[in-house]
Structure formats: C-alpha cells, structure tokens
C-alpha cells in the first residue's frame, strides 16, 4: 500500500509502529519539464538507478506502514539533503534535482525556478508525511522505527564515492545517534549466519530520520538495508532471477526480528 496523501494514513496503534520507508523502487516520471536528454537515455538511467523491486522485497505483514514514493528518483529525490550546499552528490548534478546522468551526460537543465518547484511539491510533502507518521506513532508507541529499504548495483556507479569491489550482499546504513549499537549487531549476525557478506555503511552510509527528530530524539530508531541487485536481478538486466523469492524470505525473517527489538 502506498502512502502519499496524509488523509489516507491508517489509525495508528501501538501495533504500527515500524515505518518502511521505499524511496527508489519507482519509474514514474509525473512530466517532462525540464528534460533535455532523449528518451532512451532517460529510461537508461531509470535502469541504472531504481532500487528495482524494493516495495515487493520488503513488503511484511505486521507493524509495519510502508511508505512508497510514487516517482523516480531521477525526477526527485528524496533521500538527498534539501540544501545543495549540504549534499555531497549535488556536484555531480544528482542533488534532489538531478540535472546529469551518472556518466556526466546532460539530463535536465539546471533551473533553479524548477528546482524550487520539485522541492515545495515533491519533496517536501514528502518529508512532512514521513514526519507526521513518526509524530502520530510516538503518540501511543514508545518508539517510532524506521527501516530505510534499499537496493545497489553490484558494480559501483561512476558517481559512487566508494567504488571499492567487490561489494557486499548486504549493507547496513546507520546514524550513530537513531541506530543502536545492538540493533547493528543482531542485523550483521543474521545474515551472517545465512552465509551473506554484509558492509556496514558500506557501500552507501546513512539512514534516513526525519529533520525534526534528527539527533534530538533517541525515541526515533532508524536503520538502512541494501541489497545487493546481483542477488534477486539476472545481471545486466532489471528481470527478477531464480532467487528473488529466496531474498525475499530472508528480508521477511530479518523484518520479524526488527518487530522484535
């Protein structure tokens, strides 16, 4: 279920209080404004940077409300920071507004009369969802969980600013003030002992919290999971493989014991 219009949140009780925020997993592009590569490079890139799949990976019954961004990333991205000034990939032209491919090609113009748009429309109304969500859980819950849900290539982007191979199954994103300590350790020793490589904030660091709660509030646990494409896609490709829903079932068993903690 998606989540995008505040009205059509659930009834939040103290048995929903684990969000599964999935920013990647779409292909929509809602208009056109401002593109100026041609569509097969535009899809190109949806391709190479969708988290295909996430929203099925990590969908679990349970206390959990996903929280599924309706648009492509390439349109805007919401896990960056706001301002350009403190995101390190907005150099490379894919702040929230991306304006070049991840090889350097020209995508969009730089409009900064848009770029407000996408913002004020787009990502904001998103965050304040997420933050209202958090907001109505710590009202009957005494903690509000948030399981960033994620997925990476195998071979690194040329934008990535990690490119050290090979990289592992799994990768736990973490906030030093929203993930405790323990909650890294149980995750690592789970996949662990399913025989899966796992990084920690490797490739990818981070997790997302909401800017209200951003180290302030240590009632707002916070926990990213990435999965490596090689394990569910056919290389190369963006179709499912023989163990999509092998991954699946283990994503399941890791999601019952976030329930747990």
């Not at 990535?160 to 149980?186: A, C, M, Q, W, Y």
Request: glycine share 4%; net charge negative.
């Amino acid at each position: 279920m998606v989540f995008n219009d505040r009205k059509k949140l659930p009834m939040i009780g103290s048995n929903k209080n684990i969000v599964l925020h999935i920013p990647h997993s779409s292909t929509v592009i809602p208009f056109n404004a401002g593109f100026i590569a041609d569509k097969p490079t535009i899809r190109e890139e949806i391709e190479k940077l969708t988290d295909w799949y996430t929203d099925e990976l990590f969908a679990h019954e349970g206390p959990f409300i996903p929280i599924i961004t309706p648009f492509s990333r390439i349109f805007c991205d919401v896990e960056r920071f706001r301002n350009d000034d403190n995101e390190p990939m907005a150099k490379f032209g894919m702040g929230v507004y991306y304006t070049l491919c991840d090889d350097g090609r020209p995508l969009r113009n730089h409009s900064e009369q848009l770029q407000s748009l996408f913002i004020k429309d787009y990502y904001d109304k998103h965050h304040q969802l997420l933050t209202e969500l958090v907001d109505d859980i710590l009202k009957s819950a005494k903690y509000a969980i948030i399981v960033d849900c994620h997925s990476f290539p195998s071979i690194p982007l040329n934008r990535d600013l990690n490119k050290n191979t090979p990289r592992p199954d799994f990768n736990i994103g973490t906030d030093v003030f929203h993930t405790p300590l323990s909650f890294i350790e149980t995750t690592k020793e789970y996949f662990s002992k399913l025989g899966y490589t796992v990084g920690i904030d490797w490739p990818y660091s981070g997790t997302i919290v909401p800017e209200k709660y951003l180290k302030i509030d240590k009632r707002v646990l916070s926990i990213k999971l990435e999965v490596n494409r090689d394990l569910y896609l056919i290389e190369g490709t963006t179709k499912k493989n023989e163990k999509f829903d092998q991954i699946r079932k283990v994503l399941s068993g890791w999601l019952e014991i976030v329930e747990r903690f």
